[in-house]
């Protein structure tokens, strides 16, 4: 049963360990560069690799890939080891690409003297041109062959500064013919004058992705380099690279592919995140619409209903869309086992029950998770003024309207039996109040006849008095279009969803007066909502998580 469940990748690695592979052999890595936060997409990879991982109990690095000073920051380091942790995941080694500059220079140069890499002092125009098509071979440089000596010496003189910004680049020498266009003596090093947020100004050379990934996974001893399908063709360089390298007492690393992970209505992508962040669509990479992990935490996902949807879109061969209404699918699930129940109401209308004593009031047992009988019970107030939500009252209405109308009865959640006798308009014809009459004999839990009596509708209220105040942030989706960044003449910042923020005042039972930020609860008939990390003392802030059902589904 359990071999079923395996995926192709897992697959690999099993017939790797049938193959001659020891267990002790596996290592894995997840590889992100740190030039903005991770994503869902990400999330996808981490599970993968992490999950190899555990399943085989292997070492899983977490490598910054940080060859390139001008896009990377610490502060996006340290954003993915936040959010790899709160995944529920932890690496064995942290590593960097940078940490072995030293290592991969010496390596150059000894392809240098092998006479397989030359130093190309053509500008990247020049270079482009002689690349040829996929159907023509290129040209040769006529930096090809100079000699091993004037290579090695240019080489450090790239290193020592000694020249500008494109001014040369490090070039593998392997075939201008080659059908595969990656194979065309691919560029190693180019000269960036630009501080690293490692290692400073210590180099002045930086190593290209290709001559950098595949060496790490070798320093590293990583056995199986798992990297999306846009890599497929890199893998022969990839492999070529190691074949200048590998030491037959070393393992040497394995690339496979596997389908980059796309959800529908956003975009994954750093560099379209970037733009949404840097342009003020969003309050920043945390913003609780973005699809980013630290955005997801914000807006009260968990991380086992992240981990949970990419299970079971798991690991696929082709690229495709998923439908976000999966990933809320799962959150909604995970939540509705431990988010306790409260009441809240969104969009207030008075109701004033006419024959409850006035000034009195009393307290209400309310369970607090049906799903969950350790979770215990609290208590709710109750008195003659109470909100409801406006879109519960009608003044008439056809007998599918199990809510409160005119005439007929609803129960009030954890308390009475209510009937409408009579409702006050403003000016515009707008109902401002509800006159009701209550039954006191129907108290929810009171184990008397009128308690158990069967009414059609059930509503979420809180009492007037005793309610707090504080704003609820609604969210809808940030983009209109659910590929926003497929259209060929379009621009994918044209289907920026204007009103995918709304901010309202909401009035909550007084029992969520000491709720914390980061806290999930579910406001009963309204949805998930968690504290935001805005609130204040003086002020709650809560983000709606999703909404109870699918809305969207019609
Ligand atoms: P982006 O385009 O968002 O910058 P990237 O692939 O350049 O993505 P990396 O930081 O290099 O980002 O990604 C780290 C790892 O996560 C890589 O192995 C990459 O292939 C994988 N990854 C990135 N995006 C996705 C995705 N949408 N689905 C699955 N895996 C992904
Ligand atoms: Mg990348
Ligand atoms: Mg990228």
Redesign the pocket.
């Given at each position: 049963e359990e071999e079923k469940s395996l995926n192709f990748i897992e697959h690999i690695v099993e017939d790797d360990l049938k193959d001659g592979y020891a267990k002790d052999d596996l290592r894995f890595r997840?590889?992100?560069?740190p030039?903005?936060y991770l994503?869902i997409?990400?999330a996808?990879?981490i599970c993968l690799n992490f999950g190899l991982g555990l399943r085989y109990d292997a070492p899983v690095n977490l490598r910054f890939?940080d060859t390139n000073p001008a896009k990377e920051e610490s502060e996006y380091v340290e954003a993915i080891k936040k959010d790899v942790k709160w995944l529920g995941y932890s690496w064995d080694t942290e590593c960097y690409a940078s940490d072995y500059f030293g290592q991969l220079y010496e390596w150059a140069v000894a392809l240098i003297k092998k006479g397989k890499a030359y130093v190309d002092s053509q500008t990247s125009e020049e270079i482009a041109k002689q690349k040829g098509t996929p159907t023509e071979p290129g040209t040769e440089s006529p930096f090809r062959n100079r000699s091993v000596e004037e290579n090695l010496q240019l080489f450090e003189g790239m290193k020592n500064g000694n020249f500008k910004e494109g001014e040369h680049v490090v070039r593998a020498k392997i075939d201008m013919a080659s059908s595969n266009m990656l194979m065309r003596d691919p560029i190693m090093y180019r000269i960036l004058h630009k501080a690293h947020h490692r290692t400073n100004t210590d180099w002045c050379i930086y190593p290209m992705y290709d001559w950098t990934h595949g060496e790490s996974d070798y320093i590293e001893q990583v056995s199986h380099s798992?990297?999306?399908l846009e890599f497929l063709p890199h893998r022969e360089l990839y492999d070529w690279f190691l074949d200048q390298l590998v030491d037959s007492k070393m393992l040497r690393p394995k690339q496979r592919e596997f389908a980059?992970?796309?959800l529908s209505h956003t975009v994954?992508?750093?560099?379209k995140l970037l733009q949404l962040v840097e342009s003020g669509v969003v309050s920043g990479w945390d913003d609780p619409r973005m699809p980013t992990i630290s955005g997801l935490r914000r807006r009260g996902y968990t991380p086992e209903s992240i981990r949970n949807f990419a299970d079971t879109i798991g690991i696929a061969k082709r690229e495709n869309v998923v439908d976000v209404s999966l990933l809320e699918f799962h959150v909604r699930e995970h939540l509705n086992k431990i988010a306790p129940r409260v009441m809240a109401v969104l969009n207030p209308l008075k109701v004033v029950i006419t024959n409850y004593v006035e000034g009195s009031e009393e307290q209400l047992d309310a369970e607090n998770n049906p799903e969950d009988a350790a979770a215990g019970s609290r208590q709710v107030p109750f008195s003659r003024e109470i909100y409801i939500e406006k879109e519960d009252f009608r003044e008439e209405a056809n007998r599918k309207f199990f809510r409160l109308k005119l005439g007929g009865e609803v129960r009030l959640k954890n308390g009475y039996i209510i009937k409408a006798e009579s409702c006050t308009k403003d000016e515009d014809g707008n109902v401002v109040e509800v006159q009701c009459t209550f039954d006191p004999k129907s108290k929810s839990g009171s184990g008397t006849e009128e308690s158990l009596r069967k009414v059609k509708g059930t509503l979420h209220w809180v009492s007037i008095p005793h309610a707090i105040e504080a704003e609820i942030r609604l969210y809808d989706r940030l983009f209109s279009d659910p590929t926003p960044d497929a259209h060929k003449d379009r621009d994918f910042m044209d289907f920026v969803n204007a009103d995918s923020l709304k901010r309202i005042t909401g009035y909550l039972e007084p029992s969520l007066k000491s709720a914390q930020i980061g806290e999930r609860y579910q406001f009963q008939r309204l949805g998930y909502f968690n504290v935001d990390e805005d609130s204040t003392h003086e002020k709650l802030v809560f983000n709606r998580t999703v909404t109870l059902r699918d809305t969207w589904a019609k």
């Open positions: 997840f590889p992100p560069e030039n903005g994503h997409g990400h996808s990879s890939d798992l990297c999306t980059r992970r796309n994954v992508s750093k560099r």
